[in-house]
């Protein structure tokens, strides 16, 4: 990859908000590339165990098969939002690049983030109210990272955007609600296709979701959820290239997580109304129906 063509598009986050969908969604398009793996989180240096690769010319490699018609070359890492150095990093390596958010109303992102360390044997408090409610200590030995487990912090967007925009211009930040991106996926990515400056796409996606919040249906099968594109080897390759397929195998071994009550939620939601506030005002959307 040459200087004048080096990683200027970034999916910086939330996790949790349909960032997994959007890369693959936008990776149809003849003018994106998208590395592999999509999450490297090479400039979170604060996160050092979500890295992929390690060092710059590492890095710069998960970009040489990128055809010659791509002028976006694209890291979908979803925890550089989070990181207290990542958008930094990445602004001193190209301060050309473009960025885009998904935000989600934060209440939501936490139960979907727990689930997700649940799924990784990550998080040993099976129960949300335990981690929220309840406040039983966190076993610490399981997680990738300690801050992880910060679940407030992860949930912190008034915070993370205002990070963000103290140091990007706001011209080169595509902000999406996660409810308008589930809602109006087709839109939503014409809109970011648009806002590029790209023409439509050759291959339209077919917009099928990815990494949905679930459960096993047995807590001992959880195991076998999390090693199976490994067990699949090459069958599971190809599931990948069919969504139609991959959330098949998926649905016969998964099942949606179970909520909170209304009243559960809403003191969830309390608990972030300092948050919301603030992302209303630095971006100008109406979250009046994330606070209850």
């Known amino acids: 990859m040459t200087e004048e063509k080096r990683t200027n598009f970034f999916i910086v986050g939330a996790p949790k908000c349909g960032t997994t969908s959007l890369a693959y969604y936008l990776n149809f398009h003849q003018n994106i590339f998208i590395s592999n793996p999509k999450e490297p989180h090479f400039f979170a240096a604060d996160l050092p165990k979500y890295k992929k690769v390690r060092s710059f010319a590492d890095y710069l490699s998960l970009y040489e098969s990128a055809p010659e018609s791509a ?8 925890n550089y939002l989070r990181s207290e150095e990542g958008i930094q990093n990445i602004w001193e390596f190209n301060d050309q690049a473009v960025f885009v958010v998904i935000l989600r109303n934060p209440a939501e992102l936490v139960q979907s983030w727990h689930s997700h360390l649940v799924s990784l044997g990550e998080e040993k408090r099976g129960n949300f109210l335990d981690v929220w409610e309840n406040r039983v200590e966190p076993d610490y030995h399981f997680a990738r990272d300690p801050k992880d487990l910060a679940y407030d912090e992860v949930a912190a967007l008034g915070d993370q955007v205002e ?19 589930v809602q109006r996926t ?15 796409s050759n291959h339209q996606p077919d917009f099928v979701p990815i990494n949905q919040k679930k459960v096993a249906r047995n807590r001992a099968l959880q195991p076998l959820v999390n090693v199976l594109p490994d067990m699949l080897g090459p069958f599971w390759r190809v599931a990948r290239r069919r969504p139609w397929l991959r959330e098949g195998i998926r649905k016969v071994l998964l099942k949606p997580e179970k909520g909170l009550t209304p ?22 959307f109406d979250l009046a129906g994330w606070k209850g």
């Open 186 to 200: 087709p839109d939503v990515f014409e809109g970011i296709i648009d806002w590029l400056g790209l023409p439509a």
């Open 263 to 284: 009243d559960q939620l809403q003191k969830v939601r309390n608990y972030f109304i300092p948050q919301i506030q603030k992302l209303e005002r630095l971006t100008g």
């Open 163 to 181: 990070k963000l925009l103290s140091v990007v211009p706001r011209e080169k930040i595509f902000l999406v609600l996660f409810d308008d991106f």
């Open 71 to 78: 002028c976006y070359l694209g890291d979908a890492s979803p």
